[in-house]
């Protein structure tokens, strides 16, 4: 059973930087294309980026577009999202998921998911 964990989340003021990282263990993401969503308090989970298992192809939502980075290292079995730029809106819990099975803009669709990490982002 694979098991997803992320980590790099934190505290850290508007304009800096964090990345976040989605950690496969019990399997691999295989073929697997893997996102990170977002849900922040009072407000509709975001979906922030996708990225495909060869890594070249990549999605990102228009809210973090320009700022955020996915990228993947499948030798080491770990997705990271590279964040910068940060703003008060990007505090939210950040969950990784892997393995959709139908529409990759839904979390409910991924076969596995993650905890999540909480980001806050102080103004």
């Known amino acids: 059973q694979v098991q997803l964990v992320e980590s790099g989340g934190g505290l850290v003021q508007a304009g800096g930087s964090l990345r976040l990282s989605c950690a496969a263990s019990?399997?691999?993401?295989?073929?697997?294309?893997v996102g990170w969503f977002r849900q922040a308090t009072g407000k509709e989970r975001e979906l922030v980026a996708v990225?495909?298992?060869?890594?070249?192809?990549?999605f990102y939502g228009d809210s973090v577009k320009g700022r955020f980075i996915i990228s993947r290292d499948n030798a080491k079995n770990t997705v990271y999202l590279q964040m910068n730029g940060l703003k008060p809106d990007d505090t939210a819990i950040y969950y990784c998921?892997?393995?959709?099975?139908?529409?990759?803009?839904?979390?409910?669709?991924?076969?596995?998911r993650g905890q999540g990490t909480q980001v806050t982002v102080s103004s």
């Open positions: 019990g399997g691999t993401f295989g073929n697997d294309p």
């Open positions: 998921a892997a393995d959709p099975e139908g529409s990759w803009s839904l979390l409910e669709a991924y076969t596995y």
């Open positions: 990225i495909s298992w060869s890594g070249g192809t990549t």
